[in-house]
Nanobody, 121 residues
């Protein structure tokens, strides 16, 4: 069984910074792509940023230049450094792992429970 746990959310004033962490646990051999998604009230879940095991990154237009994603393949952890936060960044942020291989073979995709980020207007 693979589990993703996020941490680091909270309330921050506009212009401030937060760093989100995601830790994947279980009998993991490798994870192809890890990413952060967010869902604001009344809106669909959207991709914020993703990173492959080779280090290739992808960002949504709305966060490019303000957020930085990184991962540690050896530790199965991922970070999202969020700077210059705006009220429109307010959402629940979910960690996602795609293409997970465990010691017993391919295991699929996983989601974390989410962590709330609030930026008051």
């Amino acid at each position: 069984q693979v589990e993703l746990v996020e941490s680091g959310g909270g309330l921050v004033q506009a212009g401030g910074s937060l760093r989100l962490s995601c830790a994947a646990s279980g009998s993991i051999f490798s994870i192809n792509r890890m990413g952060w998604y967010r869902q604001a009230p009344g809106k669909q879940r959207e991709l914020v940023a993703s990173v492959t095991s080779g280090g290739s990154t992808n960002y949504s237009y709305s966060v490019k230049g303000r957020f930085t994603i990184s991962r540690d393949n050896a530790k199965n952890t991922m970070l999202l450094q969020m700077n210059s936060l705006k009220p429109e960044d307010t959402a629940v942020y979910h960690c996602n792992a795609q293409g997970v291989f465990t010691t017993t073979g391919p295991s699929g995709d996983y989601w974390g429970q989410g962590t709330q980020v609030t930026v008051p207007s």
